[in-house]
């Protein structure tokens, strides 16, 4: 498999904006380090109001970045959520400002491995600190507060978007007036720490990986990331969402060519998947937020009793699934209705069928746009915030 | 600008005059949300919604109501005890696996209980049963036997007993003609038993 090298784009070309944060206080992350100052790479959509009551904080999922509703800035894509976000969707811009900020330990523009550590003046790579989705959200409540706003009107995203929603219903109750955590869990589960562990044994098994130190020594392990990647997609699918995009088809071939090339279609998909992944994504980057996903369990933070974790809580949420989503399925989001219910939280639960897998959340389903939107419509009006247009 | 919602079936509108204004209530088994609509719009009451059908509970979240796709049966025990004012089952009783658990869990969740549900003591059920021998189908109960979702049917009567076995009391009671106008017998007397198609009873702990 040839891959191309990934441009190592610095945050000062990419659109949006970059603020500095962690100065003169650092963040305190939960492996004892503090850090700071550091930047936090972020892009809005929409106008905020005069009282800063309309933001909309988006939080991105493993593989994705804050170019939610643009064209992505390197492969010139559509953005990752265009079906939900802009003038008149679901997370209408019109009514609300949409933010989305690159998590830390990111690639795009906010600190992570691969940026410059002001101390030694070289890449982090890996003496950059193990991260959580807790110090995900302390670093996202620094931007929220930067930005002047006191409480966001809500918090959502799918995924390990999800579990930074729930974390910021939790850490932060009276901060956030609705949060809808989409296709996520209150903790990772065995199986999904398991493919982790898949995809980093791929990027480490890489003999370019050069035990992280990949950067300053000239190399990139595009091979042990791209196929991280390919194990992950198939995650994201399902059975028949595959089945019925490739079935068994053969790629630009009449017959078996009794060899290991990309005979099926399913293969060479996966294969192209792999391939662009490399030239947007840092593979120091996918062992840090795949690590800080596996160690997300809110319920062992409240000894084992997830509905302590949203006593008392104020927050609206919506928790949304996906029947076919077997990395982050029902039962896992079910789990979590249960704990609000416990904690007699306001909450709205809905499954929406769907036969493509855990990635739904990013396609063109419209009973999930529709629910999300009536959720947010609902919402918007106890908040006291104007109308649809 | 506010969509007028559209009138209240009857006896959902004799249920939302038993609610207080400003209350927590969660209707179980709540359909397409018309109940919490009313009362969000007319009570400013804080309700919650439970349902079993997919299809009726995207339809409440779309029109910004609280519901959670969920199972009368199995979800209520995670409810603490005293979360709502009122608890709300509306003509569902008969469809729960267990009456008896779930009408425990209401008193035990909600300060009241409001229960209503299809009386099969009415004398066209024991009309068709004692002269036709065949399962009774009525306007009320309207499924043949082998694909009614009424697994527990029970009457008037008997769900005052049931109320007796629970330790729950019943603080008022309307019974109901076919047409769900309130009839003048006493709600749970062997009139009523005889004559109303529906009973609706407001429910505390004893």
């Known amino acids: 498999m040839s891959v191309r090298h990934a441009p190592s784009a610095p945050a000062t070309n990419l659109p949006g904006h970059q603020v500095v944060l962690g100065e003169p206080e650092p963040l305190r992350l939960d492996c004892g380090i503090a850090l700071g100052p550091f930047p936090v790479a972020y892009q809005t959509y929409g106008e905020l109001n005069a009282d800063k009551s309309n933001a909309i904080l988006v939080c991105h999922a493993l593989t994705l970045d804050q170019f939610v509703a643009e064209d992505h800035p390197i492969t010139g894509k559509p953005g990752w959520w265009d079906m939900v976000v802009g003038p008149g969707k679901a997370l209408d811009t019109d009514r609300f400002q949409v933010i989305c900020a690159n998590v830390l330990g990111g690639c795009m523009g906010t600190v992570g491995p691969k940026e410059i550590n002001p101390e030694t003046g070289e890449p982090w790579g890996l003496d950059f600190p193990v991260i959580t989705i807790g110090d995900m959200v302390r670093a996202q409540k620094m931007l929220v507060d930067h930005l002047g706003i006191e409480q966001l009107f809500c918090v959502t995203g799918g995924s390990m978007g999800a579990m930074q929603a729930l974390e910021w219903a939790v850490r932060y109750p009276g901060q956030i007036f609705a949060s809808i955590p989409i296709a996520g869990a209150a903790r990772h589960t065995a199986q999904n720490i398991a493919f982790h562990e898949v995809g980093r044994q791929a990027i480490m098994a890489d003999p370019d990986w050069r035990g992280g130190d990949y950067m300053r020594q000239g190399v990139i392990p595009n091979r042990g990331l791209a196929v991280a990647r390919m194990a992950g997609h198939i995650t994201y699918l399902s059975e028949v969402a595959l089945h019925r995009k490739f079935g068994r088809n053969l790629q630009d071939r009449e017959g078996l060519s009794y060899g290991f090339d990309a005979d099926f279609q399913v293969e060479s998909y996966l294969r192209h998947q792999g391939m662009t992944f490399v030239e947007r994504f840092d593979a120091n980057s996918y062992l840090y937020i795949t690590r800080a996903m596996d160690y997300f369990d809110l319920p062992a933070e409240f000894d084992g009793q997830l509905p302590r974790a949203f006593e008392g809580t104020e927050t609206r949420f919506c928790v949304i699934s996906f029947t076919s989503d077997w990395l982050f399925p029902t039962s896992e989001n079910r789990a979590v209705v249960h704990a609000l219910n416990a904690a007699a939280a306001n909450v709205s639960f809905v499954e929406v069928e769907s036969d493509k897998g855990h990635d739904a959340f990013l396609l063109d389903e419209p009973e999930f746009a529709k629910v999300l939107a009536g959720f947010i419509d609902g919402c918007a009006e106890h908040h006291g915030l104007n109308a649809k247009r | 600008m506010t969509t007028p919602l559209p009138p209240l079936r009857a006896d959902l509108s004799l249920i939302a005059e038993m609610i207080e204004p400003k209350s927590r209530l969660l209707d179980v088994g709540c359909g397409d949300g ?173």
């Open chain 2, 34 to 206: 018309a109940l919490l609509a009313w009362l969000d719009r007319h009570k400013d009451v804080d309700g919650r919604g439970m349902e079993l059908s997919m299809g009726g509970v995207n339809a409440c979240v779309s029109n910004g109501l609280s519901v959670i796709q969920g199972d009368a049966d199995t979800d209520l025990k995670d409810y603490p005890s005293d979360a709502f004012d009122y608890v709300v089952l509306s003509q569902t009783l008969q469809a729960t696996r267990n009456p008896h658990t779930v009408l425990e869990d209401m008193a035990r969740i909600g300060r009241h209980a409001i229960v209503s549900f299809p009386n099969f003591g009415h004398w066209r059920v024991r009309f068709g049963l004692m002269f036709r021998g065949r399962m009774p189908v009525t306007e009320t109960l309207s499924a043949q036997w082998y694909d009614t979702p009424n697994i527990h049917l029970c009457t008037i009567r008997d769900f005052v007993e049931l109320c007796r076995e629970v330790g729950v009391v019943i603080e008022r009671g309307i019974a109901l003609d076919g047409l769900a106008r309130p009839l003048a017998h006493a709600a749970t007397g062997r009139r009523a038993n005889l004559f109303a198609e529906n009973g609706i009873y407001l429910l505390r702990r004893g």
